[in-house]
C-alpha cells in the first residue's frame, strides 16, 4: 500500500564536549593547556528520490536521531564531527515542521535540503588560555542539535492524472494502458490510494474518486485533491453509463476550482468511457455535447481491442504533444 503522509520525529546532532587536558613534555615541569574542542553534532537533510513507495521504509520508525560530535581530546585534538544523517523521500514530497509551520519540497531527483542543524562543539581548556590565565581549567559542553516534529505529504507527480467520480473506470483503464494492476471492483472507492503505471515512458496516476464535497473533506477529499495538483494533464473520465453527463463532468470540475482554482488551468482532456453501453449514435452525440467542455473528447471501452488501441494512439500524441 501506498504511504503518501506520515510524522517524523527528528533530531540532529549534538556537539562534543570540550575537555581539560595539559601537555607535558620531556624535561619541562609544565607545558600548557591542550584540551581539544568537541566535534560538531551531524546535521539532518532529506533527499529527493525516484521511488514513490520509499515513504512505507518508515512506517515502523517515527524516529531518527543523528549523530553526536565526538568529545574534544589530548594534544589540541579536537572531537570527530557526526556524520550527516540522510533521509531519502519520494520525490514529490512536502515537509512541514510543524512547530514553526515553515515547508519546504522535493522537487528533483537527487535535490538535498538541510533540515536541521547540528550544535557546535564545545571548547576545550587550551581555548581559554591567556597571559593572565596560563593553567586554564575552563572548557565548555557542546550545544544540543535542533529538533522537531514534522509532517511528511506526499504530492505525487505525474505526466497525466485520471480523475472523475467513483466507477468512471479510471482504474480499469490504467491497467489496461500501463499493466499496472491495480485493484478494480464494482463499488464506490475501490482506489483509495493512488496507483501508477508507466505509459511509453510517460507517468499515469489513477488518483481516488471524488464526490460533491470532496474539497471541504468529504469522501476521500483532499487525499485526492492534493495529488491532482502536481499532474501536468487531467484526464477527465466520464462514464457513459450516467444519465447527465454534463452533471457529472460539471460536479468533477467544481470540486476542483473549490480545492484550488490554478487547477482549472491545467489542460484537461474528457476522456468517455464505457462505450460498449451506448450505440455508435448515442455515443457521437455525447462527444458533441462535451466539446463544448473541452477542446479535445476521447471515447473507449476496454472490452473493444480495436477501439482501447485508437485511444492509446491518440493520448499518446497528446502526451507528446506537450
Not at 581530546?73 to 510543524?98: H, Y
Request: one cysteine or more; glycine letters at 14%; hydrophobic letters at 35%.
Amino acid at each position: 500500500m501506498l504511504i503518501d503522509e506520515l510524522n517524523l520525529r527528528l533530531s540532529a546532532g549534538r556537539g562534543g564536549d570540550g575537555v581539560v587536558r595539559w601537555l607535558h613534555l620531556k624535561g619541562k615541569e609544565f607545558s600548557g593547556p591542550a584540551g581539544g574542542d568537541g566535534g560538531r553534532g551531524a546535521d539532518v537533510y532529506v533527499l529527493g528520490v525516484r521511488d514513490i513507495g520509499k515513504l512505507s521504509d518508515y512506517r515502523n520508525k517515527k524516529e531518527f536521531l543523528a549523530e553526536d560530535g565526538g568529545n574534544g581530546k589530548n594534544k589540541s585534538q579536537k572531537g570527530a564531527n557526526g556524520k550527516d544523517l540522510v533521509i531519502s523521500m519520494p520525490v514529490g514530497s512536502v515537509i512541514t515542521d510543524m512547530e514553526t509551520g515553515k515547508t519546504c519540497e522535493l522537487l528533483q531527483e537527487g535535490e538535498k535540503i538541510l533540515l536541521l542543524k547540528g550544535g557546535n562543539g564545545g571548547y576545550g581548556n587550551e581555548h581559554f588560555k591567556g597571559s593572565v590565565n596560563q593553567r586554564p581549567k575552563e572548557w565548555t559542553a557542546g550545544k544540543e542539535g535542533e529538533k522537531g516534529n514534522f509532517y511528511i505529504e506526499l504530492r505525487l507527480i505525474a505526466d497525466a492524472g485520471f480523475v472523475g467520480l467513483p466507477n468512471a473506470g479510471k482504474t480499469s483503464l490504467l491497467n489496461e494502458l500501463t499493466r499496472a494492476g491495480a485493484k478494480v471492483g464494482a463499488y464506490q472507492f475501490t482506489t483509495l490510494e493512488p496507483n501508477l503505471g508507466a505509459f511509453y515512458g510517460f507517468v499515469l496516476a489513477d488518483i481516488p474518486g471524488l464526490i460533491e464535497g470532496a474539497a471541504e473533506g468529504k469522501g476521500l477529499g483532499h487525499k485526492f485533491l492534493r495529488h491532482v495538483r502536481r499532474t501536468k494533464v487531467i484526464l477527465h473520465c466520464v462514464s457513459l453509463e450516467n444519465e447527465d453527463l454534463l452533471e457529472t463532468y460539471d460536479a468533477v470540475r467544481d470540486e476542483l476550482l473549490a480545492y484550488a482554482s490554478e487547477l482549472m488551468e491545467k489542460k484537461e482532456i474528457i476522456i468517455l468511457t464505457k462505450t460498449d453501453t451506448k450505440t455508435p449514435s448515442e455515443i457521437k452525440k455525447a462527444v458533441r455535447m462535451m466539446k463544448k467542455k473541452a477542446k479535445t473528447v476521447l471515447t473507449v471501452s476496454i472490452l473493444n481491442d480495436d477501439e482501447l488501441k485508437n485511444f492509446k494512439d491518440e493520448l499518446t500524441k497528446i502526451l507528446r504533444s506537450d
